[in-house]
């Protein structure tokens, strides 16, 4: 049980992020991320700073929920194994349902005051996203829970066709500013990098324990990556 216990508490790291992706009206992706990554459930542990941008082949992805190191090894081996990006994601969901499924049963029986917040808010949320036959694609994957009638935790996960903005990790605050905060037309129209990054930055200023600076961003564009702004010392992750 305490060996158990211990893997839960490394395990369950805390998604607070802000990670936003927009196929701008120039045909081109602009990604932005925060770089803060905290954690839930281990106090002792000091925020870290991580670029939450991967690649494999030719298919990027952004990452935002509890476990992120099996989130991470698990798209990494879907995408391996799978240059058919809805191959990779198909393969990538039935592995992280069985992950969570066997994670949450062990929490449900040592740490059960644990599970409303779950089922409340979600597992994760992944995007996927790239150019594939010359056109901008993006394609979100988001695992959530339930209560089945014997009382199990049951998960699940469901795939949504993005066709312009993608937000994932704590977007709230975004849905709900203040349209003075927000950044104008002209800016996505004309700075669609900038766009992006004052998105990412209201969430920043409204939840600072817990997302955070630098911003990274990125243009894709069809077969050029350019980093606008990448954090260079940011940890292995």
Not at 28 to 54: G, L, M
Request: with cysteine; proline share 4%; hydrophobic share 40%.
């Amino acid at each position: 049980m305490l060996i158990i216990g211990l893997w839960l508490v490394c395990s369950l790291k805390c998604f607070s992020t802000c990670i936003v992706i927009y196929v701008a009206d120039n045909g081109h992706i602009y990604v932005a991320a925060d770089s803060k990554r905290t954690f839930y459930f281990a106090d002792n542990k000091q925020p870290e700073s991580i670029c939450k941008i991967h690649k494999v082949g030719q298919t990027y992805f952004a990452i935002a929920g509890i476990d992120d190191g099996a989130l991470l090894q698990n798209t990494n081996q879907s995408l391996t194994e799978n240059t058919n990006p809805d191959t990779a994601i198909s393969r990538f969901g039935r592995a992280m349902t069985a992950h969570y499924d066997h994670l949450l049963a062990d929490m449900q029986l040592y740490y059960p005051e644990k599970i409303d917040h779950f089922l409340e808010n979600g597992l994760a949320q992944v995007s996927f996203f790239g150019f594939y036959n010359g056109k901008p694609r993006i394609i979100d994957i988001e695992f959530v829970c339930r209560l089945g009638v014997n009382g199990k935790v049951i998960t699940s996960y469901s795939v949504q066709e993005i066709r312009d903005l993608a937000v994932i990790g704590m977007s709230r605050d975004i849905a709900y500013a203040n349209y003075k905060d927000m950044p104008s037309n002209y800016t996505r129209n004309h700075n669609p990098d900038l766009y992006v990054e004052k998105l990412v930055e209201i969430e920043i200023k409204s939840q600072p324990q817990s997302v955070g600076g630098p911003v990274d961003v990125l243009e894709l564009q069809p077969g050029k990556e350019i980093w606008i702004r990448k954090n260079e010392t940011a940890a292995a992750y």
